[in-house]
C-alpha cells in the first residue's frame, strides 16, 4: 500500500511569492490534515477535510493559507503571499476513520527567503 | 485548547539501557495519546498509542503509560538499540465537534550511544 505522499519535497521562494503544496492522501482515506513545524517547536495543527468538506480550520494561522481538496482525494495548501513566519515543514496525514491512526507523509520543507 | 509539554527535549543513553520520555496535557477530556518517532529525514511513525480507558500498553521493548489524575503519560523504551535514536512526539487528540487534531509536544531528539 502507497503511503501519503507530498510534493515538492523542498520549496525556497521568496518572500511575496506564492507556493502550492500538494498532499495525495492513502487511497479510502477519507481524513486528510495538514499539520505545520517550525524549528524547534512543536508539529501544529492547521486543518482538518473530511472527503471535501474542511471539518475544522482552526490552526489556519490567516487568510494568506488557502487549502483545498476538490473532489475529496488529493488536497492542495496555498500560502500567499509567502511571509518570512511562514518557513517550516508543512506535514500532510490521512486517516481511514476519524479517530483512527493518522498516517504522515515525508513533509514538505518551504524557506522562505 | 489543548496544550502538551514535553520532556526533555533531547535524551542521550548508552545502548542496552532504557530511556523515558514525559508529556503532560491540559485538557481533560483529552482521550487519545499516540507517540510518533520520526527518523532522520522520515516522516513521523506511529511507534505506540493509548486511549484513556487503559493505563499501560506494552508492545515489545516499547511501553506508555496514561495517569489520567495527572494528566501526564510517559514512553519507555527498554534495552535502547542504535535504530531507536529518532525524534519522538508525544500527542493528545480531544474529542468534539467532529475534529479529530492532534496536539503535539516540542519533541525528544534521544540518542543511543553504541
Known amino acids: 500500500e502507497a503511503g501519503v505522499t507530498q510534493f515538492p519535497s523542498h520549496s525556497v521562494i521568496e518572500k511575496g511569492q506564492t507556493v502550492t503544496l500538494r498532499c495525495d492522501p492513502i487511497s479510502g482515506h477519507d481524513n486528510l490534515y495538514w499539520y505545520r513545524r517550525v524549528m524547534g517547536k512543536e508539529i501544529k495543527f492547521l486543518l482538518h477535510?473530511?472527503?471535501?468538506?474542511?471539518?475544522?480550520e482552526s490552526g489556519m494561522p490567516n487568510n494568506r493559507f488557502l487549502a483545498e481538496r476538490t473532489g475529496g482525494t488529493y488536497s492542495t495548501l496555498k500560502v500567499q503571499p509567502a511571509e518570512l513566519e511562514d518557513s517550516g515543514v508543512y506535514f500532510c496525514a490521512s486517516s481511514q476513520v476519524g479517530a483512527g491512526e493518522q498516517f504522515f507523509g515525508p513533509g514538505t520543507r518551504l524557506t522562505v527567503l | 485548547g489543548e496544550n502538551v509539554e514535553q520532556h526533555p527535549s533531547t535524551l542521550s543513553v548508552q545502548e542496552g539501557d532504557s530511556a523515558v520520555i514525559k508529556c503532560t496535557y491540559s485538557?481533560?477530556?483529552?482521550?487519545?495519546f499516540p507517540w510518533y518517532k520520526q527518523e532522520l529525514g522520515k516522516r513521523p511513525q506511529l511507534i505506540i498509542d493509548?486511549?484513556?480507558?487503559?493505563g499501560e500498553k506494552k508492545d515489545q521493548r516499547i511501553a506508555v503509560t496514561l495517569n489520567k489524575t495527572a494528566k501526564h503519560f510517559s514512553l519507555h523504551i527498554t534495552e535502547t538499540q542504535p535504530e531507536d535514536s529518532a525524534v519522538y512526539f508525544c500527542a493528545a487528540k480531544t474529542p468534539g465537534a467532529g475534529s479529530y487534531q492532534l496536539t503535539f509536544g516540542k519533541g525528544t531528539k534521544l540518542s543511543v550511544i553504541p
Open positions: 477535510f473530511v472527503k471535501e468538506s474542511k471539518q475544522d
Open positions: 485538557d481533560s477530556a483529552s482521550n487519545y
Open positions: 493509548i486511549r484513556s480507558n487503559v
